[in-house]
Every structure is written in C-alpha cells, then in structure tokens.
Antibody
Framework: EVQLLASGGGLVQPGGSLRLSCAAS????????MNWVRQAPGKGLEWVSAISGSGGSTFYADSVKGRFTISRDNSNNMVYLQVNSLRAEDTATYFC??????????????WGQGTTVTVSS | QSALTQPASVSGSPGQSITISCTGTSRDVGGHNYVSWYQHYPGKAPKLIIY???VRPSGVSDRFSGSKSGSTASLTISGLQTEDEADYYC??????????FGGGTKVTVL
C-alpha cells in the first residue's frame, strides 16, 4: 500500500522559513514524480511544485517560484519542500502527492494527509 | 496563471446524472489529453477518479466518466448516490510543464 506521511508544518512569522518533509513507502520511490499541493482555508486546491524521479527536473507554480525549493532523497524515500519568505497567503494545508512514472507532472494518483502551515505574527 | 473554471456548485437527486464542466485554454485543457479529476471530502486526502481525460483508475466506480471537447472538460456522475456528495476538482497539465487546478465544485445530493 502506498503511504505518504507529510510533516514539518507549524506556525511561522511572515518572512520566516520551514522545511516540509514527506516520507514515502509502498512503491519504487525513485521511479515516480512527486508533488506538493496546498489548500488554503476555505479555498480550492493549488498545485505548488513537482520533482522528477531522478530529481533532475523541478517545476514550480508562479506563486512560489524563487521562494520555495523542492528536493528529494531517493536513498531514504523522502521528498522535501523548503519554504522561504513566507507570506500570509501561504497559510494552507500542504499535501504530499505522488505522480505517474513520467518526467513531467501529468497528474496525481495518490495523496497524503497533509501538514498545516500557518503564517501569522 | 488563473485557475480552470468550474461551477461553484452542482446538485441532483439520487439516481440522477450530473455533469461538472471545467473550462481552460489552449495552453492547458485544450492543448493535450492530460486532464484529471479528483474527489475531495473535507478533512480527507483527495482521491483521483479520472485521468488522461477518460481513464478511471482501478477501483473507481464506473458511474464516473470523463470527456473533453476543445478547451472544456467534463465529469459526469451517473446514478447519483449520497456518498457522492463532496468537492470535485479538475486539473490539467499545462504548456509550462505545471499542473493547474480548477476552483472546485461542491456536489450536493438533494
């Protein structure tokens, strides 16, 4: 069974940073694109970032480009999202999500439970 | 990039069919066949119900079906059941090699 366990969320001041982590299991991790998707309170889903299986290709939404960095550790089946220069509008639940075995983020086939980031002074 | 356009809400009675539209542009929905749909119960993880416009993952009810015409994709739920009451999101791969979600549609079973 595929499992995705996200962690690292919390309360942070505007301008602050956090590193979100996602532990994956139940599949050949290095073969699959991984994503982060967020949902602000009362709002819809927003795709944030993706990384190819090898880690050689990364993709970002315009809203986070230059502030967020996605990375992965295929030895330990982990994917990370470094979130810097946080703004109030980054407050959301962040879902770790698995994509198909393709270089590009074509869709998401499995979602984790999410970790909550709150940006407030 | 603006979200794909979905109706905010759709409702139907048990047993009826409903259709949710998802309108984009030639840079996303209209540019290829990588449209997916997700069912989301609040507080839970979303679930993939359609990918590549029309394909149902294993285990998803055949009451869910997808289609596309031009830059508008659609999700049809046939034989509406009370457990179908949830939020539904479309999503498209884009020319910028990103994913773009719709604003979401709340389905209510009357």
């Amino acid at each position: 069974e595929v499992q995705l366990l996200a962690s690292g969320g919390g309360l942070v001041q505007p301008g602050g940073s956090l590193r979100l982590s996602c532990a994956a299991s139940g599949f050949t991790f290095k073969s699959y694109t991984m994503n982060w998707v967020r949902q602000a309170p009362g709002k819809g889903l927003e795709w944030v970032s993706a990384i190819s299986g090898s880690g050689g290709s990364t993709f970002y939404a315009d809203s986070v480009k230059g502030r967020f960095t996605i990375s992965r550790d295929n030895s330990n089946n982990m994917v990370y999202l470094q979130v810097n220069s946080l703004r109030a509008e980054d407050t959301a639940t962040y879902f770790c999500a698995k994509g198909p075995p393709n270089l590009n983020p074509l869709y998401i086939d499995v979602w984790g439970q999410g970790t909550t980031v709150t940006v407030s002074s | 990039q603006s979200a794909l356009t979905q109706p905010a809400s759709v409702s139907g009675s048990p047993g009826q069919s409903i259709t949710i539209s998802c309108t984009g542009t030639s840079r996303d929905v209209g540019g290829h066949n990588y449209v997916s749909w997700y069912q989301h119960y609040p507080g839970k993880a979303p679930k993939l119900i359609i990918y590549d416009v029309t394909v149902r993952p294993s285990g998803v009810s055949d009451r869910f079906s997808g289609s596309k015409s031009g830059s508008t994709a659609s999700l049809t739920i046939s034989g509406l059941q009370t457990e179908d009451e949830a939020d539904y999101y479309c999503c498209s791969y884009t020319v910028g090699r990103t994913l773009l979600f719709g604003g979401g549609t709340k389905v209510t079973v009357l």
